[in-house]
Nanobody
Framework: QVQLVESGGGLVQPGGSLRLSCAAS????????MGWYRQYPGKQRELVAS???????NYADSVKGRFTISRDNAANTVYLQMNSLKPEDTAVYSC?????????????WGQGTQVTVSS
């Protein structure tokens, strides 16, 4: 059974930092591209950052220079370090595991964690 479990969300003041974690089980984690997405109320999920099996990274323009995605294959975990947080970063953040080929399975999603940036 595949599970992606996010943690680390919460309430933080503008300018503060949070570190999100997504622990995966049931997949060959090291070969998956891992991504962090966020969703505003009434909107579709949008990509925040992704990291490939080769550790190539991609960021949304709105978070470049503030957020850093990383992965620990030994721990089957992907992280999102979020610095200089702004109120507009308030959203539900979810992680996604995307296989290199459908031979390995489908995309998998975590349940999401709420991040609220407010004074």
């Amino acid at each position: 059974q595949v599970q992606l479990v996010e943690s680390g969300g919460g309430l933080v003041q503008p300018g503060g930092s949070l570190r999100l974690s997504c622990a995966a089980s049931g997949i060959m984690f090291s070969i998956y591209t891992m991504g962090w997405y966020r969703q505003y109320p009434g909107k579709q999920r949008e990509l925040v950052a992704s990291i490939t099996s080769g550790r190539s990274t991609n960021y949304a323009d709105s978070v470049k220079g503030r957020f850093t995605i990383s992965r620990d294959n030994a721990a089957n975990t992907v992280y999102l370090q979020m610095n200089s947080l702004k109120p507009e970063d308030t959203a539900v953040y979810s992680c996604k595991a995307a296989p290199p080929s459908k031979v390995y399975g489908d995309d998998y999603w975590g349940q999401g964690t709420q991040v609220t940036v407010s004074s």
